[in-house]
């Protein structure tokens, strides 16, 4: 029987109208919406399209959205003085700067500037570290949205082999933090690897974000196995694809994120929780 499908669609509407019916219980106590300041730089096909996706999503949930449309060519400096101007300005609640920064700028520095308690992406080395100490206050979109997508199917962890291929700072290890938390046992797996077909075929659950088009072979899927896809690769046809042979894998695997459709959009939905959270906790 072939997989069935995590579906990213239906859970973050789900989750989106959730923090919806949040937005307006506080918006009707006297409060004013959650407002997320949305910092790209440069015009990144891409990036373009996911902060378009972070803007309609914020209008779904109640959530006002800032935008600050740099040019490739901001300084450094000019960045800094934005985020500082962000972090003091009581009416942002979340401040997101789009990844990948132009290679001029330092995108480290500029995310350990960011308020920790308005870092709605929870990449700052705080929130990170938080995550890793069994304390989670902003988590990772992407992880957390990949965690939301498995409860909200009922799929239980706890005891489970994972396999997490890729360490990035925004996926990988972060996932393996989240994880971890739900007491599954887990190996991060990169490009030093040995043997990566091997430790797939053993993994209960796999999750692959190394972006890389069918990098994860259907036939390395354990029958009965929990597969997410992070990857959102785009082929020189216009069409998306992930990092896991989507169809080969479907044959062994119990469930799986299709990609457009899974895990993407279960970030942006995440980030709309991350928001409304960082609020209430700025402005109880
Ligand atoms: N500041 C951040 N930068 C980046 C993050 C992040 O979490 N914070 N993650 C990735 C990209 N990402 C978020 O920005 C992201 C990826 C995918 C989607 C999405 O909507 N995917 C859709 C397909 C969209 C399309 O047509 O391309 C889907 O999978 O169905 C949204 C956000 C890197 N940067
Ligand atoms: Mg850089």
């Given at each position: 029987m072939?997989?069935?499908i995590l579906?990213?669609?239906?859970?973050?509407?789900?989750?989106?109208?959730?923090?919806?019916?949040?937005?307006?219980?506080?918006?009707?106590?006297?409060?004013?919406?959650?407002?997320?300041?949305?910092?790209?730089?440069?015009?990144?096909?891409?990036?373009?399209?996911?902060?378009?996706?972070?803007?309609?999503?914020?209008?779904?949930?109640?959530?006002?959205?800032?935008?600050?449309?740099?040019?490739?060519?901001?300084?450094?400096?000019?960045?800094?003085?934005?985020?500082?101007?962000?972090?003091?300005?009581?009416?942002?609640?979340?401040?997101?700067?789009?990844?990948?920064?132009?290679?001029?700028?330092?995108?480290?520095?500029?995310?350990?500037l960011?308020?920790?308690?308005?870092?709605?992406?929870?990449?700052?080395?705080?929130?990170?570290?938080?995550?890793?100490?069994?304390?989670?206050?902003?988590r990772?979109?992407?992880?957390?949205?990949?965690?939301t997508?498995?409860?909200?199917?009922?799929?239980?962890?706890?005891?489970?082999?994972?396999?997490?291929?890729?360490?990035?700072?925004?996926?990988?290890?972060?996932?393996a933090?989240?994880?971890?938390l739900?007491?599954?046992?887990?190996?991060?797996?990169?490009?030093?690897?040995?043997?990566?077909?091997?430790?797939?075929?053993?993994?209960?659950?796999?999750?692959?974000?190394?972006?890389?088009?069918?990098?994860?072979?259907?036939?390395?899927?354990?029958?009965?196995?929990?597969?997410?896809?992070?990857?959102?690769?785009?082929?020189?046809?216009?069409?998306?694809?992930?990092?896991?042979?989507?169809?080969?894998a479907?044959?062994?695997?119990?469930?799986?994120?299709?990609?457009?459709?899974?895990?993407?959009?279960?970030?942006v939905?995440?980030?709309?929780?991350?928001?409304?959270?960082?609020?209430?906790?700025?402005?109880?």
């Open positions: 072939p997989a069935q579906d990213g669609k239906v859970i973050s509407q789900e989750i989106i109208q959730q923090v919806r019916a949040q937005v307006d219980a506080r918006v009707a106590g006297g409060k004013r919406a959650p407002a997320l300041a949305v910092v790209l730089v440069g015009s990144d096909p891409a990036s373009q399209v996911y902060v378009g996706n972070k803007k309609r999503q914020c209008a779904n949930a109640g959530i006002t959205s800032i935008a600050h449309d740099l040019p490739a060519d901001t300084t450094e400096a000019d960045l800094i003085a934005l985020v500082q101007q962000l972090n003091a300005d009581d009416a942002v609640d979340g401040i997101l700067v789009q990844l990948p920064l132009p290679g001029h700028i330092n995108a480290e520095k500029i995310i350990e960011i308020d920790p308690n308005k870092d709605v992406d929870g990449f700052h080395p705080y929130n990170i570290g938080r995550l890793a100490l069994k304390m989670p206050l902003l990772p979109c992407t992880p957390r949205g990949v965690m997508l498995l409860e909200k199917t009922g799929i239980d962890l706890v005891g489970k082999d994972a396999v997490v291929v890729g360490a990035s700072n925004i996926v990988g290890r972060p996932q933090l989240e994880l971890l739900a007491r599954a046992t887990v190996t991060v797996c990169h490009s030093k690897t040995r043997d990566l077909a091997e430790k797939v075929r053993n993994a209960d659950v796999v999750v692959a974000g190394v972006g890389i088009p069918n990098f994860v072979k259907g036939e390395w899927i354990k029958p009965g196995a929990i597969v997410i896809d992070v990857g959102i690769n785009r082929l020189d046809n216009g069409k998306l694809c992930g990092d896991v042979e989507f169809e080969a479907s044959q062994n695997a119990a469930w799986i994120t299709p990609v457009p459709g899974g895990v993407g959009l279960m970030t939905a995440t980030l709309m929780q991350n928001t409304f959270d960082a609020a209430v906790k700025l402005n109880p």
